[in-house]
């Protein structure tokens, strides 16, 4: 035989050196769950290893994910039953749970880039990211409301804003606010292709944030559609998208490739609470190493095409030695 692709996996230098796909700490994202109080770490059930944590809490998380070479955090609130309405005003509230949480954190650990979500579902009494009338979402008079959330969190502090609500023209509407308000340098990370999925359950679960009728549907992508985000893509890249999110990613690698292939804009993609939870409940129970698993399962996101992921095992992996270098 002339060709023997084994001689070029023979040893460990040899495969390092040729290794095609590679991940850096940098490249991480680290969700964060917040909530009221101090000194409060509440674990998740549904999310082995993952708590709600008081700002206090998050700051020491923060400043232990920032010494392992990770730079983002994307901040997620618990919000309290009593200060959730049907127009969600408390996302308003300049100062609530997250506009503080990111004051602290800016002012303790100011390396960190900081992403925050813009949806109403942790506000709403209704549980779903778009404001509700008759048990319909609207669409447009959602709009402005996205629009200020997304300026009160620039206020704050957060570099990032990121709209995972998938209403229609959400991404316009609030580069015109941040323009306007002279935001210029606060980047909008669009959740471009963010599937109605089953494996959002736990992060539901952390944040009590599940509809209390219907479902996403009508908003979310239908999960057997793959050309659709191609759509989805041009429209928030047209309105003034930084950066793309394809949600959740192990299960959605081919629309990973399809964004990359089809445009220059940074894509982000994020595995979500389901997918975390699975490897995690998996290796407490002995049937999978989880260092290899999330190892794997990141580079797989990487090798898709994904130029930073979100992932509750953000800081497992930075201590990963190997191809996490």
């Known amino acids: 035989m002339i060709e023997r692709p084994r001689r070029l996996r023979a040893s460990a230098s040899i495969r ?18 917040i909530t009221e109080g101090r000194d409060v770490r509440d674990p998740i059930t ?21 010494d392992l070479g990770i730079r983002g955090l994307a901040l997620f609130p618990k919000i309290e039953e009593a200060r959730k309405t ?28 900081l992403i925050t979500d813009v ?47 998938m209403m229609d023209g959400r991404v316009a509407a609030i580069r015109s606010s941040l323009e306007s308000a002279k935001f210029h340098d606060v980047a909008i990370l669009a959740y471009t292709a963010k599937y109605a999925s089953c494996f959002y359950g736990p992060f539901r679960d952390a944040l009590d944030s599940a509809p209390r009728a219907g479902d996403k549907k009508t908003y979310q992508m239908d999960f057997a559609n793959r050309r659709e985000a191609l759509r989805e893509a041009r429209l928030d890249v047209a309105e003034g998208a930084d950066i793309m999110m394809v949600k959740p990613a192990g299960a959605y ?51 898709a095409g994904a130029d930073m992921i979100f992932t509750y095992a953000a800081c497992q992996l930075a201590h990963l030695s190997g191809r996490v270098n």
């Not at 408390?90 to 506009?99: H, K, S, T």
């Open 119 to 165: 949806a109403l579902d942790p506000y709403s009494s209704d549980g779903h990211d778009g404001l509700v009338r008759d048990g319909r979402i609207l669409n447009d008079e959602t709009l402005p409301v996205l629009a200020e959330m997304a300026l009160v969190q620039a206020r704050a502090g957060a570099d990032c804003v990121a709209p995972s609500d």
């Open 253 to 303: 690698l081919d629309v990973i490739a399809d964004l990359r292939r089809e445009f220059d804009v940074p894509i982000a993609a994020y595995q979500v609470s389901g997918e975390y939870a699975m490897i995690a409940a998996a290796a407490e129970r002995g049937w999978v190493d989880a260092d290899a698993a999330y190892l794997e399962s990141a580079l797989a996101i990487r090798r």
């Open 16 to 33: 390092e050196m040729l290794c095609e796909t590679r991940l850096h700490p940098s490249q991480l994202v680290l969700p964060i769950f």
């Open 86 to 113: 049907s127009d969600a005003r408390e996302a308003l509230n300049p100062q609530g749970l997250v506009p503080r949480a990111l004051a602290e954190l800016k002012a303790k650990v100011p390396e960190m880039y």
């Open 46 to 66: 549904s999310m082995p290893g993952v708590s709600r944590l008081s700002i206090d809490r998050a700051v020491d998380e923060a400043k232990r994910a920032r």
